[in-house]
């Protein structure tokens, strides 16, 4: 069974959040004059553009559930991290840029560029830290949200190379779509890639509203319920408590425990205060249906052999 799981849409979500920031970013360079200093212009560009990304990417779990509540307290943090970090990284680029310009200057002038691009491309390393970021954090717990922000690092660097490499061959009327696409296509190809390296259990609801959509755990606690501030929110199911149950990690091992639900806890349909979890339970909290799928290297091992 193949529920929605978000990770798969990482690539999307950056192309579309791209294709959207051209023309906002053209938009800003037409009324440039405005400005007066060229930096401060400059920081702003990179404000806009990692507050673009980050609320593209913080938005989807909300979109995912329906939920205009979740939609709009997630996309906020979005922006507003995401502008911090898009300001930050070009402030960081415009420092070392004013360092190591003029020791460019004996260089072959098209090397010359290529080096200033790589420069620049910390900034978008920076910029998709902040991004991935803002994507993982949920709250305040900040596993998920390091993680995340990794994966978000490491496209920005490797978006920001390969636009400093072409660059050099690209007509300049192409240069900024080229590489607000790199980026979006980079920060969230990468974003799930690092991710899928540490989920090892996902639930997948068999029935309802959320009918074979997915969720991760990379949190060590994973609270599911009704309430909004939960990791997996129930929304649309009869005889959800508030916070019905919990998920503990240690290692591989998943622990689900009933949080004095009014309605109980059922795993394979037998009434429980707590168990651990295996691969193929089903877990029923109201009439919600959750299929447990866990993999651990000790299974990965087994599955090789």
């Not at 390393?125 to 991935?132: D, H, L, N, R, T």
């Amino acid at each position: 069974m193949f529920g929605f799981k978000k990770e798969n849409v990482y690539p999307i979500v950056g192309l579309a959040a791209a294709f959207f920031l051209i023309p906002v970013i053209e938009l800003l360079l037409s009324y440039q004059y405005i400005i007066p200093s060229n930096a401060l212009f400059v920081l702003l560009i990179g404000g806009i553009a990692g507050a673009v990304y980050s609320t593209f990417f913080s938005i989807m779990e909300g979109i995912n559930l329906g939920d205009f509540g979740t939609t709009t307290k997630k996309g906020l943090i979005g922006f507003s991290i995401g502008f911090i970090g898009g300001l930050s990284g070009f402030f960081v680029a415009q420092l070392l840029l004013t360092f190591f310009e003029n020791r460019f200057y004996f260089l072959d002038k098209g090397l010359r560029e290529i080096l200033i691009n790589l420069i620049k491309a910390i900034s978008w390393m920076m910029i998709g830290f902040f991004i991935g970021f803002s994507e993982g954090l949920k709250k305040l717990q900040f596993k998920s949200a390091l993680i995340s922000g990794l994966g978000g690092m490491l496209g920005g660097l490797l978006g920001g190379i390969i636009f400093a490499l072409l660059a050099a061959i690209l007509p300049p009327v192409f240069l900024r779509g080229v590489l607000f696409i790199l980026l979006g296509l980079g920060i969230g190809i990468f974003i799930n890639l690092i991710k899928g390296q540490f989920i090892k259990c996902e639930l997948t609801l068999l029935n309802g509203k959320f009918f074979e959509k997915t969720f991760s755990i990379l949190e060590n606690s994973f609270l599911i319920g009704k309430a909004r501030s939960n990791d997996l929110t129930l929304l649309g199911y009869q005889g959800i408590s508030k916070e019905h149950a919990k998920i503990v990690r240690l290692d591989d091992i998943y622990k689900i425990e009933d949080n004095q639900s009014e309605t109980g806890l059922f795993v394979n349909e037998r009434r429980l205060k707590m168990k651990v979890l295996k691969d193929g339970d089903v877990i029923r909290l109201g009439d919600a249906k959750i299929l447990v799928k866990i993999c651990t290297k000790n299974k990965s091992k087994k599955n090789k052999s």
